[in-house]
């Protein structure tokens, strides 16, 4: 199975395709111009990037925000803008692996709610000819790049499983 994504000391080493690479920059940059065209109100997808702190009382969900301001979009910028700038890096380091992480979580939370994704769709929900199949078949590239990065997260830095087992 490929390890796109390799814990090396501190860093972590990215194995990518240019293909690979290529999607994430055009997924960075559809991301971009969501955040910047829309808002939770405006579009569910956004509001799903956006979910209420407190689902059963309003009022106090709108403090919440108020307080919040404009920081979780900001933060979510950030971290587009952290990929744009690693996306064609060999190594990165883990706060650079996090943001690759939100990214990518976005995108799939993104493009879930636009083809209607559920835990039951498999390729037969999305048979080649429906029109949805190539967001499908990304939204499943998505899948396995997250579980990847965070299994590579998890990893211990080389080195340290073999002197932390007492050896």
Known sequence: MPRPFRRRGDR??????????ELLTEIARHSRELLEAED?????????????AYQDDPLQNLEFESAQGDAPRRGKLEAIETLERTVDASEVTEEEV????????????????RI??????TEE??????PDRDAFE?????????ERMIRALGDPPVGEAASSSGG
């Open 12 to 21: 972590f080493v990215v194995s990518l395709g240019a293909r690979e690479r």
């Open 40 to 52: 939770p109100s405006s579009d569910t997808a956004v509001a799903r990037l956006f979910p209420p």
């Open 98 to 113: 996090l943001a690759w992480v939100g990214v990518v979580n976005d995108a799939r939370l993104v493009l879930g709610t």
């Open 116 to 121: 209607a994704i559920t835990e039951e769709a």
């Open 125 to 130: 929900t999305y048979p080649p000819d429906h």
């Open 138 to 146: 990304v939204y499943v590239y998505l899948t396995w790049l997250e």
